[in-house]
């Protein structure tokens, strides 16, 4: 660190962000800030660069493909709270080129070497988000936000996604050919459980909730979520899923716990599902909220912090899908507000105020500023703030086609084949390529693998560490 950095750093470590969580007002004005900050991230509007994403894929920059997809939903959430536009053009313009046709289903060719389920999911999440929260429906003669989330869905849930290793389930990555297919996970498998569930209120169409419910089973029959709702980062189909990999992240318990938020609400608040919500709402806090402030337990460890460029937004999700759940279960709301606005409270004093900017930091516990930043890191505290909205009366919950909704679907959105090498049916030939390459990539894994197996019994790495260590390989 630099002299001038390091007086900066003990500057803004004096002075939090300013804000009456108390006030609307000011809690939007903070939002404002924070959202200029996080925005300042993305360059996909200048001349020259990539429409839709953040600097990246690594090593071009920090930021692997699905993170632009996340922002984008937080930056709907932004307006949707705030009711200010300032972002709503550059956020339709991600959104549709990100798309990318003939499928229009976020299976872009370019981002192919990091391309999993979740990956792809994300970015469907954000184009539901759409159609829930009635963000400003594309021109007609562009692909409309409930057809995008449909794409994506209608992609996931095609058979050549679904195997019977480990009894079911997507795997991680989509590519036969990237390190990682052989991991099926707690979040690949929540975002399409969860699109499922949104899907189905959305739509009132029983077959997306059919998936939803084999897909919550299937993930409590492996044993990724066990019977006291703890949420396990996945296992590898090698071992039929029975090497549970056990970290916690935030975002695997906020996934699940959101979709069965939908699924609560979309059966009219069936006792079932009324238990799930229930039990899920109460291990979630108690796990990550036990001292104040979220808290990402696998890599914010007490001593140091081993959370990589990923995991720095996951309590953003965190936040906005369980304030979403107090609006779908609203026997939650109560228990889930306060705990929500303590760990906003936690993240603002974690900012540096003027003269740096607003600049929001990865600990929240600690009452000042870490030094630590990055988009994740001002997504989650962007997040933070706008959770403690949702009873604005501005702030309508989620619509559906039955409630206001405009967006227009199409129930065979994703259908059209995408026409690039790794995708599509794999044939035999290309399973044999696949299995040599794989073997090639396991060799060299090895070492990657001693070092993720030590990882875990530090409390975990996460799945992305593949990502991160992993030398991905594709075909073609
Ligand atoms: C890109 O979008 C930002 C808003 O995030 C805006 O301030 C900026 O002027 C835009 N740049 C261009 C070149 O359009
Ligand atoms: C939102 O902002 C628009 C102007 O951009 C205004 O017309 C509208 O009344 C505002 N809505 C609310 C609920 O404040
Ligand atoms: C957003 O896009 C619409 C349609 O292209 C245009 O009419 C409007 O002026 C744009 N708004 C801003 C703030 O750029
Ligand atoms: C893919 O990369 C090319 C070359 O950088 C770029 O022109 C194109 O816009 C990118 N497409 C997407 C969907 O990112
Ligand atoms: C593999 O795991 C699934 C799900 O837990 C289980 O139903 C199946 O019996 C297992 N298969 C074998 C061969 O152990
Ligand atoms: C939504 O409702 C309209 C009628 O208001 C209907 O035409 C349309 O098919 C419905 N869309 C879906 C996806 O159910
Ligand atoms: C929920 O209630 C509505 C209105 O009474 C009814 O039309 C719908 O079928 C119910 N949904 C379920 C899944 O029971
Ligand atoms: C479903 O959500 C709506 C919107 O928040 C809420 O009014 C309704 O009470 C919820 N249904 C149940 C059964 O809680
Ligand atoms: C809440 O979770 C804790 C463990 O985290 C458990 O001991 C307790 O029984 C749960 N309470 C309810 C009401 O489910
Ligand atoms: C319900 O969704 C499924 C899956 O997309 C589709 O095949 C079916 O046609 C839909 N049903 C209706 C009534 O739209």
Known sequence: MRLASVLSFMTAAAAALDVDLDSPDSIKAAAKKIAWELMSYYHGNESGQTPGILPGPPPAGDYYWWEAGALWGTMMDYYHFTNDSTYNNVTTTAMLFQAEGPCFCYMPKNWTASLGNDDQ???????????????????PDEPQWLSLAQAVFNTQASPDRHDDTCGGGLRWQIPPTNNGYNYKNSIANGIFFNMGARLARYTRNQTYFDWAKKTWDWEVGVGFMDKDYNVYDGGDIDANCTDLHKAQFSYNAAVWMQGAAFMYNYTNGSAEWQERVAG?????????????????LPCELKDKNTCKTDMYAFK??????????????PFTHDTIMPVLKKSAAGAMKACSGPPTGYTCGFRW????????????????????????????????????NFTGGTSKGN??????????????????RDRAGAGILTALVLAGLLG???WMTFGWAENGSGSRKWKVDGKRSMMG
């Not at 999911?121 to 021109?139: I, Q, R, T, V, Y």
């Not at 899920?280 to 990402?296: D, H, K, M």
């Open 121 to 139: 999911g994300f970015w469907g999440l954000s184009a539901m988000l759409a159609a829930e929260n009635k963000f400003p429906d594309p021109p």
């Open 411 to 428: 129930n065979d959105a994703g259908s059209q084949p995408v026409s690039f090498t790794g995708f599509g049916p794999v044939t035999t």
């Open 448 to 450: 990657t693998l001693a």
């Open 280 to 296: 899920i709402v109460n291990r979630t806090i108690n796990l990550f909220f036990s001292t104040g402030a979220a808290v990402e």
């Open 316 to 329: 953003g999700f965190l936040h906005r899908w369980m304030a979403n759940t107090a609006k779908m279960a």
């Open 365 to 400: 516990n600690t009452g000042t500023y870490d030094g630590s930043t990055g988009a994740g890191q001002e997504m989650s505290a962007l997040a933070a703030l706008l959770s403690l909205l949702v009873d604005e009366p501005g702030a309508a919950a989620p619509v559906t």
